[in-house]
């Protein structure tokens, strides 16, 4: 069944567009150039560009450089695109042309194109509305692609610090919960000193505070915006008041605290924040993954690991192994992770490869950037909700490692010294006897003494060494 279309016409010549769509000309020359990936823009990447249009045709209208008719129409267009009325006419891969400019012109095209509908045209017939002349015054890809994908990061980064505050508050509850739990701590893998369950998991939580933190210091980079710079940060055909104006309606809008930079020439040649923001999505993806191999590794078993805690049983985990289960979620957030520091690389490369008056690779950015954020807000939701939450404490296996490790040894170096309290570690090693037990038999201090020393619990906090050891042992007055 042959496609319905209408013929318009771009400064290249003439083009056959689907009659039943928004987007015109260049959207869809873009379309036919770059049958790349398949994936488009990303939902909030869209809202932006129409929260921008809007600002901009709010701002033109009230200093008499859009007539109120043709703002008016534009204006309710572009609330469309904010609501998501228009999704489907984004269609733009999201590898493309330098700079984002067929993104953005499809934005132009779409929003012209409602906005001639609104005011009872024909779609095409830009006499009414046109997509550079009234829908793009005073604007430039130059200002306005960089300007949505700082907006669009800045409001992802909202709802992904909403997920890792519920992940951050549900390994502090963790902490709470195991606190009275001791294990044995490990180094290199290997026997260390005995900690509690409680304080791992409530170092995770610390870990992901630390995490949100960094993601809000970027996010005070992407407020500062380059809008109203149009072309190469010149702000040509742009009134002296419009980028202050812009910036304060494009707030209101989006509802973020936006800033208008001091140096559009710098907001357009580089893109740093983008960089920021993409290095703190890849901070927090490495702390995910240390965590998550840690929960794995904690969880490993049951018969054959640690099996110091168990996970939440979500699915079946082998096609031929009867009643084995994996550690899902770990392994999804490690491999969510591996994505996003690889999306940091290419930002990174992105970023780096501006010339001159403006940084052409913006398109990867923005993809990489949202891509990152979305992903990493989604792993985080259900890794809370379905796991983390569900983790629970095998107290039997975790008791038997605390008294086991041979590690407890170290309580003893104040006492007899590092050379022989090494001794009692090894033959800990090699007889299988727990260190407590060898040192109880070579009648070092009295038991009463003894049994306070190589206390676990004690061992995990700052404790002074015992007075009446030292002085017994000869060691109080060194």
């Known amino acids: 069944m042959k496609v319905k279309t209408r013929t318009e016409k771009d400064s290249l010549g003439t083009v056959e567009v689907p009659a039943d769509r928004y987007y015109g000309a260049q959207t869809q020359r873009a379309v036919e150039n770059y049958p790349i990936s398949g994936y488009r823009a990303h939902p909030l990447l869209i809202r932006a560009m129409g929260m921008i249009k809007k600002a901009a045709a709010r701002t033109n209208r009230e200093l008499g450089l859009l007539d109120a008719r043709r703002a008016g129409a534009i204006i309710k267009a572009a609330e469309e695109v904010i609501q998501g009325k228009m999704d489907g006419e984004f269609v733009v891969d999201v590898y493309q042309a330098g700079a984002g400019v067929s993104f953005h012109m499809n934005t132009n095209e779409v929003i012209a194109n409602r906005a001639i509908e609104l005011l009872g045209g024909r779609r095409g017939d830009y006499t009414v509305v046109h997509p550079n002349d009234h829908v793009n015054f005073g604007q430039s890809t130059n200002d306005v692609f960089p300007t949505a994908m ?66 809000r210091q970027a996010q005070e980079m992407l407020r500062e915006l380059g809008l109203g710079g149009s ?188 050379a022989a309290a090494a001794e009692i570690a090894k033959e800990s090693v090699r007889t299988g006897r727990t260190v407590t037990e060898i040192a109880l038999e070579k009648k070092l201090l009295d038991e009463k003494l003894l049994r306070k020393i190589l206390d676990p619990y004690r061992m995990t906090e700052p404790s002074p060494p015992v007075k009446e050891a030292l002085q017994k042992t000869g060691r109080g007055s060194r």
């Not at 002296?240 to 304060?248: E, I, L, T």
């Not at 559009?264 to 490495?286: D, E, F, H, K, T």
């Open 231 to 418: 072309a190469v940060g010149t702000g040509v055909n742009t009134h002296p008041q419009y980028q202050r104006r812009v910036v304060r309606h494009l707030s209101r809008i989006s509802g973020q605290r936006l800033i208008p930079t001091d140096d559009m020439r710098y907001a357009m040649q580089s893109n740093l924040a983008m960089s920021v923001a993409s290095a703190a999505l890849r901070n927090l993806a490495l702390e995910l993954i240390r965590i998550t191999n840690d929960l794995r590794l904690l969880a490993s078993g049951p018969n054959t690991g640690l099996a110091e805690i168990t996970l939440p049983a979500l699915q079946p985990g082998s096609s031929i192994m009867p009643g084995k289960i994996n550690p899902v979620m770990g392994e999804l957030t490690a491999m969510v992770g591996f994505q996003v520091v690889g999306g940091d690389v290419a930002t990174a490369l992105a970023v780096q490869a501006g010339q001159l008056e403006l940084n052409v690779m913006m398109p990867t950015m923005a993809w990489n950037v949202l891509h990152s954020a979305e992903i990493l807000k989604n792993t985080i939701r259900v890794l809370t909700h379905k796991c983390v939450r569900g983790i629970t404490a095998n107290e039997k296996r975790l008791k038997y490692y605390a008294e086991a490790t041979i590690s407890l040894a170290a309580a003893l170096n104040p006492y007899i010294g590092y």
């Open 150 to 215: 700082r907006l669009a990061a800045l409001m992802l980064f909202d709802q992904l610090l909403d997920t890792l505050a519920e992940l951050e508050r549900a390994f502090a509850r963790k902490g709470k919960e195991f606190d009275h739990l001791l294990k044995s701590g490990r180094t290199h893998l290997m026997d260390a000193v005995p900690i509690r369950l409680g304080q791992e998991f409530a170092a995770y939580a610390t870990a992901m505070r630390r995490a949100a933190v960094v993601l």
